[in-house]
């Protein structure tokens, strides 16, 4: 089992950043790869990033391709999303994701709640 708990989220101006943070507890950081996801009001879940188990590589959404940067600290058991030049359409509750089944972009085993992000235009 993983538990995921996410934080950072808040309210910031469009082209302002944001860095969110994902701290996961149970099995060994280092053996699984993580992503993010978004879900904004009435919209379906859509992915983000993901990193794999090293941190040697990053997939992104083209959406976020040259703004959002996933990175990770095994050390520190956390995955970060540095998220630079904001946009309103970036609004949405984001979510850290754990140890992907199969395609990196789509279902992963275990989920956090979610962290409130909110850009004002």
């Known amino acids: 089992q993983v538990q995921l708990v996410e934080s950072g989220g808040g309210l910031v101006q469009a082209g302002g950043s944001l860095r969110l943070s994902c701290v996961a507890s149970?099995?060994?950081?280092?053996?699984?790869?993580m992503g993010w996801f978004r879900q904004a009001p009435g919209k379906a879940r859509s992915f983000v990033a993901a990193i794999s188990r090293s941190g040697g590589s990053t997939y992104y959404a083209d959406s976020v391709k040259g703004r959002f940067t996933i990175s990770r600290d095994n050390a520190k058991n956390t995955v970060y999303l540095q998220m630079n030049s904001l946009k309103p359409e970036d609004t949405a509750v984001y979510l850290c994701?754990?140890?992907?089944?199969?395609?990196?972009?789509?279902?992963?085993?275990?989920w956090g709640q979610g962290t409130q992000v909110t850009v004002s235009s």
């Open positions: 994701a754990a140890d992907p089944m199969g395609n990196y972009a789509a279902s992963y085993r275990y």
């Open positions: 149970g099995r060994t950081f280092s053996s699984y790869a």
